[in-house]
């Protein structure tokens, strides 16, 4: 099993910036990546961005790139996600996700990923 925790989230103003940060306790030597999605009100969850290992590369949705970046800890326990020149479009609950599958690719579907963090608020204002 492994848990999931999400930190960082708030309110912030457009075209400020703002840093999550993801835990992984229990045994993680069974992730190979780990990201995020996110999920405004009424809007479906979708992909935002995530790190693999075993891929050995990264992926953003183009709606974040070059504002987002993602990265990890030497351990590969933490996950991060900067955020910089923040949109009010970005505003949802940005959930944490690590996979528990060897991939040669970077998965960007929900059922890709097995375990969820429980989510922390992100709010942008105009």
């Known amino acids: 099993q492994v848990q999931l925790a999400e930190s960082g989230g708030g309110l912030a103003q457009a075209g400020g910036s703002l840093r999550l940060s993801c835990t992984a306790s229990?045994?993680?030597?069974?992730?190979?990546?780990m990201g995020w999605f996110r999920q405004a009100p009424g809007k479906e969850r979708e992909f935002v961005a995530a790190?693999?290992?075993?891929?050995?590369?990264?992926y953003y949705i183009d709606s974040v790139k070059g504002r987002f970046a993602v990265s990890t800890d030497n351990a590969k326990n933490t996950v991060s996600l900067q955020m910089n020149s923040l949109k009010p479009e970005d505003t949802a609950v940005y959930y944490c996700?690590?996979?528990?599958?060897?991939?040669?690719?970077?998965?960007?579907?929900?059922?890709?990923?097995?375990?969820w963090g429980q989510g922390t608020q992100v709010t942008v204002s105009s």
């Open positions: 996700v690590a996979d528990s599958i060897h991939r040669p690719y970077i998965p960007t579907e929900p059922y890709e990923y097995y375990y």
């Open positions: 229990g045994r993680t030597g069974s992730t190979y990546a």
């Open positions: 790190i693999s290992w075993s891929a050995n590369n990264t």
